[in-house]
């Protein structure tokens, strides 16, 4: 008789344990419904105090998101990211979207200056010299997440978000790069209005380095870029660049102003 009650109370508390758990989920999807930018801050673990700059920066990327898996998926297209101070957060913005699986094909955490080289192919002798935040290692970053993820689009992030100054570079210093497939001796292997998109005569400032604000080509040294050599080559020639940004703010502001960017720089290489 005691064995039977044993039992029926075990029985009972997995009972209560499923309805809470239910009650979890139930109470998940009420504050889907509520809005986007609470979906957002509780599926990226980040906590952000309401109408703070952070919190309106990441208001603003989720409808640049739900673009962008629009645009690309339209165009046919896939994306990748490879992601230093956002640690992530690009990937998990675009993958908030409904059907981002389509377009998103995964993304790199290179936090580290050795998953930088050892994953994505960043030029190691370069990154001793110069420091993670560089130019080149955005554009190669870009170029590493596109080879690494079979993606037609690649995107990358590397910056310094704070508190303090990093490398002799000050917060809030930020480059963006961007890599579209390609091949070494054709074309790009994309649609003729993002090839057209990404011709380095066309760049803003093109023969002239990057400025905030621009994407500079990185088709060897007749357009002020680089060469990409080695495994990438076929991913970004004719067909790399990045962006210079200096985002003002804190922590937290920085990097979700670098989030948008990086969204901000994919659409601006797809066809709308």
């Known amino acids: 008789m005691r064995q039977a009650a044993a039992l029926y109370r075990g029985h009972q508390a997995k009972l209560a344990g499923a309805g809470q758990a239910s009650g979890a989920d139930q109470a998940d999807a009420a504050g889907t419904a509520e809005g986007g930018g609470r979906r957002a801050r509780r599926r990226s673990g980040v906590s952000l105090a309401p109408g703070s700059p952070a919190a309106v920066l990441q208001s603003e990327c989720a409808p640049l998101a739900r673009e962008l898996v629009t645009r690309a998926g339209a165009a046919g297209l896939t994306v990748a990211t490879a992601e230093s101070l956002t640690a992530g957060l690009v990937a998990a913005t675009i993958a908030d979207v409904p059907g981002a699986s389509a ?66 570079r000050a917060v809030g210093t930020v480059y963006l790069g961007v890599a579209v497939r ?17 011709d380095p005569t066309s760049a803003p400032d093109a023969g002239r380095g990057a400025v905030p604000g621009t994407v500079a080509s990185a ?52 066809p709308a």
């Open 182 to 198: 390609g091949s070494r001796e054709e074309s790009p292997v994309v649609p003729a209005p993002v090839a057209a998109a990404l």
């Open 103 to 168: 377009v998103l094909r995964g993304g790199v955490v290179s936090y580290a200056v050795e998953v930088k080289a050892s994953v994505l192919g960043v030029d190691a002798a370069w990154l001793a010299e110069h420091g993670p935040v560089d130019p080149r290692v955005a554009e190669e970053m870009a170029a590493g997440a596109a080879r690494v993820c079979d993606a037609d689009l690649g995107v990358s992030t590397t910056g310094v978000a704070g508190p303090e100054p990093h490398g002799g």
């Open 219 to 270: 088709d060897g040294a007749a357009n002020g870029g680089h060469a990409v050599t080695g495994p990438d080559a076929r991913w970004c020639r004719g067909t790399a660049g990045h962006a210079l940004e200096v985002f003002p703010g804190d922590r937290d502001a920085v990097r979700w102003a670098a989030v948008k960017a990086a969204l901000e720089l994919l659409l601006s290489k797809i």
